[in-house]
């Protein structure tokens, strides 16, 4: 399988390492919209032009999307769903829906595959959901994140006029993920959940308190949380906030049998040292996977729930019902 990578930040060079992992994957080069002179792959796969890529659509069998989700991926998705197969880490949560249509439309009409929001939340948190929810269906999800760096929110922050460079984590509330766990079965609002503190480099003479104003009010990512804001210098950040570990934990709370006598609680959950290389690793099981869905046919836009178990691993039915099942 030959896969290409568009975007080479933090998840892009993920990719190109998960690569190496993966002995049936092949990466064909690097495309960006920087100068390609100025970069310098890990592997030494070559880097092209973005406005290159459309010359390249007979020799990659996946493309995957290494954008951002606030601004990037709404158009770049559909973009190249037309051209290519494609998947990326699309993870803000209420606009997925859309997202989905818009790709669909782009993938089905081309006869392309897509697969939309892999990663780990949504990815395979979404699948956690889904499996517990089928298991138990009586009962309630919650969802902790953290304590860990958050990629789309630290980018949607860079992305506010004025703001050189940022962290944002974020962080359960610990009372709250006791009381779950317990079996209390509470209802929690979002800002019971989790806080959001914002770690944040910015530019000399900027605004502040419109930086911090503009954080503290932004819809889908800090509005709906309790949010702290710290202004650092540039050399703070690269000294105490350099490495992106994050995590997190889906868990279910139900009952069985007659008025729910029976009390159960399902628990799936990660502790990763680096976001991006493990995000990185998930895109491309699912790259395999678009590859073989679309040699057979199936065109359009798809999540995680669409994606048979099977096809995300390079093991054989054989192998897998030996070593796995």
């Given at each position: 399988m030959k896969i290409a990578i568009y975007g080479y930040g933090n998840l892009g060079r993920g990719v190109e390492a998960a690569v190496r992992q993966n002995p049936d994957v092949e990466l064909m080069g690097v495309f960006t919209r920087r100068d390609p002179a100025s970069l310098q792959t890990e592997t030494g796969v070559p880097v092209y032009p973005a406005e290159t890529v459309l010359d390249y659509t007979a020799d990659i069998d996946v493309m995957i999307l290494c954008g951002g989700s606030a601004t990037d991926l709404p158009v770049m998705t559909p973009s190249l769903a037309e051209h290519f197969n494609v998947v990326d880490s699309f993870d803000t949560h209420a606009k997925i829906p859309e997202h989905f249509d818009n790709v669909d439309r782009a993938a089905f009409s081309s006869a392309h595959t897509a697969l939309i929001?892999?990663?780990?939340?949504?990815?395979?948190?979404?699948?956690?959901?889904?499996?517990?929810?089928?298991?138990?269906?009586?009962?309630?999800d919650y969802t902790f994140w953290g304590r860990g760096v958050s990629q789309g929110h630290s980018d949607a922050i860079r992305r506010i006029a004025g703001v050189k460079d940022a962290r944002q984590?974020?962080?359960?509330?610990?009372?709250?993920?006791?009381?779950?766990?317990?079996?209390?079965?509470?209802?929690?609002?979002?800002?019971?959940?989790?806080?959001?503190?914002?770690?944040v480099v910015a530019e000399e003479g900027a605004d502040l308190e419109r930086i911090e104003r503009e954080i503290r009010e932004m819809p889908n990512y800090f509005a709906d949380y309790d949010t702290t804001v710290t202004f650092i210098s540039e050399e703070e950040l690269k000294k105490n906030h350099a490495e992106l570990p994050h995590g997190g934990t889906v868990i279910r709370s139900g009952t069985t049998g007659e008025g729910g006598k029976y009390k159960h609680t399902m628990e799936f959950s990660l502790k990763l040292d680096s976001n991006p290389q493990f995000t990185a690793s998930v895109l491309v099981a699912c790259a395999r996977a678009v590859a073989r869905m679309h040699t057979r046919g199936i065109f359009g836009c798809k999540t995680l729930f669409d994606v048979a178990p099977a096809d995300l691993s390079p093991l054989t039915g054989e192998e897998m019902r030996k070593k796995l099942l």
């Open positions: 929001s892999a990663g780990w939340d949504p990815g395979l948190f979404s699948l956690a959901r889904l499996y517990m929810n089928s298991v138990l269906p009586e009962g309630k984590y974020t962080v359960p509330v610990p009372e709250a993920l006791e009381r779950v766990r317990s079996g209390e079965n509470p209802d929690l609002s979002t800002r019971q959940k989790h806080t959001r503190e914002c770690f």
